[in-house]
T-cell receptor, first 110, second 111 residues
Framework: QKEVEQDPGPLSVPEGAIVSLNCTYS??????FMWYRQYSRKGPELLMY????GNKEDGRFTAQVDKSSKYISLFIRDSQPSDSATYLC??????????FGQGTRLTINP | DARVTQTPRDKVTEMGQEVTMRCQPI?????VFWYRQTMMQGLELLAY????????DSGMPKDRFSAEMPDATLATLKIQPSEPRDSAVYFC?????????FGPGTRLLVL
């Protein structure tokens, strides 16, 4: 079993929809949680970063961590075609190597 | 806008040849990571350095892969000899604490 599990999708939604992307993890020692966005033929780009449990909002994006259930979520409101990409969740114990999920391929249809 | 740079961006080579990939981390970042990405395995950590010292290379096939940081502005990943199963995108990332910033990757095809 991988330490961070993520449904690879693909996920396809209409423009304007709310998108929910999710991961689960198994290592209770994880304290830092990240979401990366990767466009085709590009490197992963850091999108959101949270410490421990709770929510963090940045524009149309909200990251949520529930440490009691070991669940990581990313919500995208008012989704745009430009949001079409692969989204990777990741976690670590701090200043150490990140453990990545498999990535979910998302397509927003105009 | 500080970025991680990687060269070459694309590399096609024949089995058995040596491949060297280079990375320039973001100035001031003290940790450098090498990853490999494939469709089947996703992102795999190969090795990482902190303050130029290797901390973990357990993800790397040691008989053919080697990673070094000759100075703070350059990290290298070498494959010798290369094999078709090494075909992948290789990413370098750098960071200062919990987060990492990725370069554009080197797309390697070994024929």
């Amino acid at each position: 079993q991988k330490e961070v599990e993520q449904d690879p999708g693909p996920l396809s939604v209409p423009e304007g929809a709310i998108v929910s992307l999710n991961c689960t993890y198994s290592n209770s020692a994880f304290q830092y949680f990240m979401w990366y966005r990767q466009y085709s033929r590009k490197g992963p780009e850091l999108l959101m970063y949270t410490y421990s449990s709770g929510n963090k909002e940045d524009g149309r994006f909200t990251a949520q961590v529930d440490k009691s259930s070991k669940y990581i979520s990313l919500f995208i409101r008012d989704s745009q075609p430009s949001d079409s990409a692969t989204y990777l969740c990741a976690a670590n114990q701090g200043a150490q190597k990140l453990v990545f999920g498999q990535g979910t391929r998302l397509t927003i249809n105009p | 806008d500080a970025r991680v740079t990687q060269t070459p961006r694309d590399k096609v080579t024949e089995m058995g040849q040596e491949v060297t990939m280079r990375c320039q981390p973001i100035l001031g970042h003290n940790t450098v990571f090498w990853y490999r990405q494939t469709m089947m395995q996703g992102l795999e950590l190969l090795a990482y350095f902190r303050n130029r010292a290797p901390l973990d290379d357990s993800g790397m096939p040691k008989d053919r892969f080697s990673a070094e940081m000759p100075d703070a502005t350059l990290a290298t990943l070498k494959i010798q000899p290369s094999e078709p199963r090494d075909s992948a995108v290789y990413f370098c990332a750098s960071g200062l604490s919990e987060t990492q910033y990725f370069g554009p990757g080197t797309r390697l095809l070994v024929l």
